[in-house]
Each structure stands twice: as C-alpha cells, then as structure tokens.
C-alpha cells in the first residue's frame, strides 16, 4: 500500500473513532441537556471557542509541532470534554466545551493540511493531477469519518431504548412540533431523564473510543512535511507573524467572497444537530429515535462523500455544488411546510438522508476546494475554513433558544442562497485566470509568419557579402538605365507618327 494513502487511512480512523464519541454527544445535547438550554449554550461556547482559536492557534501550533502532534493533542481536548459530560452540569460542561474549542480548529487545519499535502506528493509520484489525487483523498476521508455518526448514534439508540419511558403523545404537544416549534428553552416532553447508570455506561464507551483515537494516531501517523516550506529559506518566523497568518490571507478577494461556503456548512449542521433532532425528532418520536434518525444521514453523507470524491474527476466541482445547493433547497422549503407526526415515520429518515446528501458536498468540495486555492498558504487557509465554520455554528446554537424553527430556516435559506452566489462569482474569476483573452499588442498566426520571412529576409541581407551588394547595386541602376532609354525610344517613335 502506497505510505501516502496508509496515512490518510490512520487519520481517517483515528477521527472516526473520535467523532463516534462526540458526534453522538453533540447531537444529545439539545435534548438530553434542555434543562435551561444547557446543552445549546455549552455547544455555543464550544465553537465560539473554536471561533477564537481559528484567528490564532492553527499556523502557529502546525508549524511549532507539526500536523501530527497537532491532531494527537487536540483530540486530547475532545476526551476532556467527553469527561465532563458524566455529571453534566453549568460547572462541568462550560470550562470543558472552552476547551474543545481551543483544540477543534487546529485539529481539523492539522487534518486538511496533512491529507492536502499527501494527496500532492502521491499526485507528483504517480503524475496524476494534483487536484483529483487531492479530492479523492478527502473522499476516503470523509466516507469513513462521517460512518461514526452511524456508530455514534447506534450506541446511544441501543442504550437509551434499554429504558422506554415514552407514552402516548397529545395533539397538542404535536402542534407545536417542525417549523412552528417557539418553546424555546422549555425542552420538549419527549426528552425525559434517564438514570444515572445510562448515562455513565453511555459516556463511558464515548470515552474509551476517544482515547483509543489518540493512541492510534500517536503510534501509527507518520510525521510529514510539506514540500513548500522545505524549499523556502529556513527563516525562523516569528509569532506575531505566525498568528497573523490566517489574517493576512484575508487580503484574497478569493477567500472573502468563498467565506460564506464554511459560515453555511456550520449552520445547517447545527441546525440538524439542534433543531431538527429536537424539534422534529425528538418532539414526535422521542429521544431514543434521533440515534437511528441519525445514523440514516451519516450513511448517507459517508456513502456520498466517497461518491463526490470519484465523481468530482468527471464532472467537476460545480455540478457536484450545485446538486447540494438544490438538494438542500428542496429540504428546507418542505421542512417549512411539513408538520411531523409518529405515522409518519419514513419521512423523518428521508429528510435525513437527503441531508447527508447535501452535506457530503459541503465537506468533501469545501475541503478540496480550499487545498487547492490556497496551495500556498494551506494552515492560513484552512484556519480561515474553520473559522467561518465555527462562527455559523456559533449562530446556529446561539439563537437556537430565541427564535422559533421556522425563522431558523428562513435565515438558512438565505445565507445558502448568498453563498452559492459568492462561489459562482469565485468560479469566474477562476475562469477568466486561467483562460486569458489574447493581448492585442500580441501578433497572430499570420502576422507572425510575415514578421518572421521578414526577419529572415533581413538576416540574409545582413549575413550578404558587401562586395555581392555593391555587385548587386550596379547591376540593378544598370536596368533602370536602359529601361529609361527604351521608355524614351518608344515615346519619340509615338511623336513621329
């Protein structure tokens, strides 16, 4: 097995192992946690600290200690927050969500980084294209790690349908079910209290796969080092510049126009994980059916990301977009109309499958769209990534208890509306680069062929023997003579007649 795609696999356990416990965690929260919105509030200050950390920490720590030792420790900050939530409380929760965040964005820069640079140097020993090798990768990548919400949500389905402690559910309770849900902080009758021992086994086994995580990636990961900044002088930057590296990026009028991309991918994922799984799943079928409502749309997203990543050689990135943008389209407009009930419960797995459609594309063609872009400045690049991914996050969770769902999802539609048209402006502007128009200055096919016989005829004149041209030069003023002369022959014998 070639060491580049090796690696890539050891990455990708190791976050399938990692988001098996916290994928499964994070969706929990909202209505495990609904106690004065607990659960929401801690997910805010998680990725508000992930917001914070992005503007700083990746470029410094991936250059300080590499991408690897960069994932090991970060992952690290995911076990702590797995701790906390054994006695989930205001005390527990807030300090351990912090940091998680501190550790998230550097983690996944780590991440993009490592399998951008594999998939180039895989790319220039086979001599394929750097951009397919590099898409393909992310396809692999995300085909295994979206499977641990299957896993994820399998155990805490299992273990919570141990105890079932919902009774028949009132029309009433239904009425205020999907879009027209405004109970805000109030958790929904659905979302009972489970014993303490559930709870223990349930974060106990989350808590061993996030250490095995870290145990796989620290003994198996390769250490690596990006080819670009071995050919750069060995200049030891300084830590001012190394942090204001994501910020200096922002000068690409590229990366402004493309920050919508991340911004939109962390507000449909939370409002999936917040809002969907609460307001729709848990409100009408009870908390032990968002594990299996779940594991429908990581399967789904996990099948379509290594589908992406093949697909993406033949079509190309903006076909594969634009199947995700009206997939998602057509999931938020009927979110807006359908009113939930248990008899209907196809519908609640359909909606999650075509999202985890949609989702794959987000991941896999944001990812690679970035690694290719910003080749140069891959660290700056994806700390900007996660940064724009954190803060839709952040909005996502921070109104979750102040606006109603169907307000949530107007706002939704908007913001993927505005950032599919900032992509197609960013698709332009590539396009124009990389085809130019022909400079008018610039000589044509034809025009290049005179100047050259030209040049030739003047290069012959020039490498002629100056004895030829005066040869040539008396011989030429003797024919015009004696054309002369005949000239005035013919004119005289003309008068005479």
């Given at each position: 097995m070639d060491k580049n795609l090796k690696n890539v696999l050891v990455v990708s356990f190791g976050f399938l192992l990692l988001f098996t416990a916290y994928g499964g965690l994070q969706n929990l929260q909202s209505s495990l946690n609904s106690e004065a919105g607990l659960g929401v509030t801690a997910l805010s200050t998680l990725y508000g600290a992930i917001l914070l950390s992005s503007m700083f920490l990746p470029p410094l720590l991936i250059r300080r200690f590499g991408c690897k030792w960069t994932i090991v420790g970060s992952m690290c900050c995911y076990v702590a927050f797995s701790l906390g939530n054994f006695k989930a409380s205001w005390y527990t929760l807030i300090p351990t969500s912090i940091l998680l965040g501190l550790g998230g964005a550097p983690l996944w820069s780590a991440q993009c980084t490592y399998i951008t640079i594999s998939g180039n140097s895989h790319a220039s020993t086979v001599g394929k294209t750097g951009r397919d090798v590099v898409n393909q990768y992310f396809g692999i990548f995300f085909l295994i790690f979206q499977s641990s919400g299957v896993w994820g949500n399998l155990i805490s389905s299992l273990i919570f349908g141990q105890t079932p402690t919902q009774g028949a559910i009132s029309e009433d309770q239904l009425q205020s079910c999907g879009a027209s849900d405004c109970l805000m902080t109030s958790g929904p009758t659905n979302s009972t209290q489970h014993p303490s021992h559930i709870i223990y086994t349930l974060v106990g086994i989350y808590t061993g796969c996030g250490v095995l995580a870290v145990l796989l990636v620290a003994v198996f990961l390769e250490p690596i080092q990006d080819p670009q900044q071995s050919h750069k002088e060995e200049k030891?930057?300084?830590?001012?510049?190394?942090?204001?590296?994501?910020?200096?990026?922002?000068?690409?009028?590229?990366?402004?126009?493309?920050?919508?991309?991340?911004?939109?991918?962390?507000?449909?994922?939370?409002?999936?994980?917040?809002?969907?799984?609460?307001?729709?799943?848990?409100?009408?079928?009870?908390?032990?059916?968002?594990?299996?409502?779940?594991?429908?749309?990581?399967?789904?997203?996990?099948?379509?990301?290594?589908?992406?990543?093949?697909?993406?050689?033949?079509?190309?990135?903006?076909?594969?977009?634009?199947?995700?943008?009206?997939?998602?389209?057509?999931?938020?407009?009927?979110?807006?109309?359908?009113?939930?009930?248990?008899?209907?419960?196809?519908?609640f797995f359909v909606f999650s499958a075509l999202w985890g459609v949609s989702d794959a594309v987000w991941q896999t063609q944001n990812n690679a769209l970035y690694g290719t872009l910003f080749e140069k400045d891959k660290e700056a690049a994806f700390a900007n990534y996660r940064l724009g991914e954190a803060l839709g996050f952040v909005v996502a969770f921070g109104y979750s208890t102040y606006l109603c769902v169907y307000v949530k999802l107007y706002i939704l539609l908007g913001v993927l509306l505005a950032a599919m048209a900032a992509y197609g402006t960013v698709e332009y502007l590539e396009a124009r680069t990389q085809i130019k128009p022909l400079d008018p200055q610039q000589p044509n096919a034809a025009q290049h062929g005179e100047m050259q016989m030209d040049q030739l005829e003047l290069e012959g004149l020039q490498r002629t023997p100056p004895q030829d041209t005066e040869t040539r030069t008396t011989q030429t003023q003797s024919r015009d003579g004696e054309a002369q002369t005949k000239q005035r022959c013919d004119d005289q014998k003309q008068t005479k007649l």
């Open positions: 030891k930057s300084s830590s001012w510049a190394n942090l204001l590296a994501t910020f200096k990026l922002l000068r690409d009028k590229r990366l402004c126009l493309l920050v919508l991309l991340p911004v939109y991918s962390g507000m449909e994922q939370g409002f999936l994980a917040g809002d969907y799984t609460k307001s729709y799943v848990t409100c009408a079928l009870g908390i032990h059916f968002v594990g299996y409502v779940m594991i429908c749309f990581a399967g789904t997203d996990s099948l379509c990301s290594l589908l992406y990543g093949k697909l993406s050689q033949y079509t190309g990135r903006i076909a594969i977009y634009a199947l995700g943008a009206l997939t998602q389209l057509g999931c938020i407009v009927a979110l807006l109309l359908w009113k939930p009930y248990p008899d209907q419960l196809a519908v």
